[in-house]
C-alpha cells in the first residue's frame, strides 16, 4: 500500500511508536523517521524532508501540532492524527475535519483506512 514512502511518526510513547513502525513497515513503509513532539519534528526537518505521510499523536490539550500540520499538507505531505483521546476521533480538529483520526490503542485496519483515505481524497 505505502510501496517504499517515506513516513514521520510523531508520536511520545516508545512502545506505540514501535507498533506503528511494524504496522507500517507491513504496508511497504520505507524509511520511517521518528519524533517525540511537534516541536522535536520541526527541528528535525532537514530528516524526513520529503515524507510521503506523516501519523501524528493529538490530544484536545495539546495543540503544538497544529502549527506543524499546514506545513505538512502545504508540501503535499498526507497526515492521519492518532490519539487516545475518544472524543477527538468524533469532534475532530476543527481546522482540519478531513484529516481521518485513528483511536489508540489503534487497531491495524483502522490504521489502514485512515492512509487510504488520505492518499484518496485531498484534504
Known amino acids: ?7 514521520l ?18 504496508l511497504g513503509a520505507g524509511e520511517i523517521f521518528f519524533a ?10 532537514e530528516l524526513w524532508a520529503g515524507a510521503g505521510l506523516a501519523i501524528i499523536d493529538m490530544a484536545l490539550q495539546r495543540t503544538a501540532a497544529l502549527d506543524l500540520i499546514p506545513q505538512l499538507l502545504g508540501d503535499g505531505v498526507a497526515v492521519v492524527l492518532c490519539s487516545a483521546d475518544a472524543a477527538l476521533k468524533h469532534a475532530r480538529v476543527p481546522q482540519f475535519p478531513n484529516l481521518p483520526v485513528v483511536t489508540k490503542p489503534m487497531a491495524e485496519t483502522d490504521l489502514v483506512h485512515a492512509i487510504g483515505k488520505v492518499f484518496s481524497s485531498p484534504v
Open 36 to 45: 517525540r513532539s511537534a516541536a522535536e519534528a520541526s527541528r528535525q526537518q
Open 1 to 7: 500500500m505505502l510501496h517504499g514512502t517515506t513516513v
Open 9 to 26: 511518526v510523531i508520536e511520545e510513547e516508545f512502545l506505540i511508536a514501535l507498533d506503528i513502525q511494524r504496522m507500517l513497515e507491513a
